[in-house]
């Protein structure tokens, strides 16, 4: 693992998944996913690295609607969505909120 690109994720919109160009039907799994964490009070956003490792990720937004992830959550996620990835799984990640942790 290159920790220098592990440690400088880029956070984008769900949106940006649209314009990847990824399968319908991948399409529809990813919004099915993004509704289901929508019901639960979670907002879902991507994350990117320069090496081209992504992942949806699930967050916790609470009524300022603002999330930091930190250099060793973006370390973290780095190493699982590389992982499955890798294992041919869809990199769908959740970060707990800060009080649940």
């Known amino acids: 693992m290159n920790r220098e ?5 880029k ?5 940006k998944l649209r314009q990847i160009g990824f399968s319908q039907r991948l399409m529809q799994r990813l919004e099915r996913y993004r509704t289901q964490q929508e019901k639960k009070g979670r907002v ?13 990720l699930s967050l916790h937004c ?9 250099e ?6 780095y190493e699982d969505a590389r992982s499955c990835i890798d294992g041919d799984f869809l990199p769908l990640l959740s970060l707990r909120w800060e009080i649940h942790a």
């Open 5 to 9: 690109i592990a440690q400088n994720a």
């Open 11 to 15: 956070m984008h919109p769900f949106s």
């Open 44 to 56: 879902v956003s991507v994350l990117s690295w320069d090496d081209g490792t992504w992942c949806a």
């Open 62 to 70: 609470e009524e300022f609607a603002m999330v930091i992830v930190d």
């Open 72 to 77: 060793g959550q973006q370390i973290d996620a």
